[in-house]
C-alpha cells in the first residue's frame, strides 16, 4: 500500500502534465485570408472553445498601398500596422473586410492574432494563414 501512495503522486503529475501540453496545443483562435482578386480582401477568424477574454489582430498594410475601408474598424493604427480589439468573442467564425487602394493578393498579406491562452494564461501568438 505504501509503495501505491508512493507512485500515485508520480502517476497524477505525468497525467497532468500531459493535459497541460494538449490544452496549449490547441489553436483558439486563427485566421486566413480569403482572395478576391481585387483590391478588397476578406480575414476569415475562427475562435474555437474555450474562447480568451480578448485577442487583437496585427495587420501590416502591403507597401505602396493604403487601406480605405474596414469592416469592423480597426482599433487603431494608420499607415503600415492596422490593429484590431475584439473584447469577449464568442465561438464560431465572422470576416473582417479590408478595401485597399489598389489590387492586393493574400500571398501580399502578413498579419498576427494575440491573445492570452485562456486554459493557462499563456500568451500565444498566431500568424494568419492563406
Not at 474555437?48 to 474596414?70: D, H, S, Y
Not at 480589439?85 to 485597399?100: A, D, H
Request: one cysteine or more.
Amino acid at each position: 500500500m505504501r509503495r501505491f501512495l508512493c507512485i500515485l503522486p508520480v502517476l497524477l503529475l505525468g497525467v497532468g502534465s500531459v493535459m497541460a501540453a494538449n490544452v496549449t496545443n490547441v489553436a483558439n483562435v486563427s485566421g486566413r485570408y480569403l482572395d478576391s482578386g481585387s483590391s478588397d480582401i476578406r480575414l476569415q477568424l475562427t475562435v474555437e472553445r474555450p474562447a480568451p477574454a480578448a485577442f487583437i489582430v496585427i495587420q501590416k498594410i502591403p507597401r505602396g498601398t493604403q487601406l480605405l475601408a474596414a469592416t469592423p474598424p480597426p482599433s487603431s493604427g494608420a499607415g503600415p500596422v492596422i490593429k484590431w480589439l475584439f473584447k469577449r468573442p464568442r465561438p464560431g467564425s465572422f470576416l473582417v473586410r479590408m478595401q485597399f487602394s489598389q489590387p492586393v493578393s493574400v500571398h501580399q498579406m502578413e498579419g498576427t492574432i494575440s491573445y492570452r491562452h485562456p486554459g493557462n494564461g499563456s500568451p500565444v501568438l498566431t500568424r494568419i494563414g492563406e
